[in-house]
């Protein structure tokens, strides 16, 4: 009978402890790397949504993990700090990301009968990076909130080979 060689699975070479090994500093790599500052295209998207105007910190809440395994399908919400009546009201939030190949994820429109600001969706992250979410209100002000997303298993990456 005629023995074959080890397989490449199999190989001594490739023990699960060496798998486990450089899966641990693969992950320690992605952890220490910290999500870079925020990008000229990040930037430009934002203004083009506000039409320039300024956008201020605060009223604005972006719940989402800051460690994510897998990048294909992550939960977010955004609420924001409105009494959604006709005189003050939320009109649109808006949610921006940094390192996708498109900058603007999601655009929610709301009035003032949706009783409150508050919003949720699941979306696909390429990598690690910086999501800002958006408000306009009803007074033509704009507000935000920006999170640093660690992602481990990158998702909707376009081939630039």
């Known amino acids: 009978m005629r023995r074959l060689p080890p397989s490449p699975v199999t190989s001594p070479d490739l ?3 060496r798998v ?3 899966a641990a500093a693969l992950g320690a790599w992605v952890q220490i790397a910290p ?4 990008s000229d295209e990040l930037t ?3 203004a083009g949504y506000t039409g320039g105007a300024p956008v201020q910190r605060g009223k604005v809440r972006l719940d989402i993990a800051e460690l994510v395994d897998n990048g294909n399908v992550v939960p977010l919400s955004v609420t924001v700090d409105s009494p959604m009546t006709a005189s003050d009201h939320v009109r649109a939030i808006a949610i921006f990301n940094e390192k996708n190949p498109q900058r603007e994820v999601v655009k929610f429109t709301l009035g003032p009968r949706a009783g409150k600001a508050s919003v949720s969706t699941r979306i696909r992250l390429a990598t ?5 979410a958006v408000a306009h209100l009803s007074d033509g002000s704009y ?3 920006t999170v640093n997303v ?4 990158a998702a909707c990456i376009e081939g630039d080979t």
């Open 15 to 17: 023990s699960r402890r």
């Open 20 to 22: 486990l090994q450089g």
């Open 35 to 38: 999500a870079s500052a925020s």
């Open 44 to 46: 430009a998207a934002v």
């Open 128 to 132: 690690s990076q910086q999501l800002v």
């Open 143 to 145: 507000w935000s909130h």
């Open 150 to 153: 660690i992602v481990t298993l």
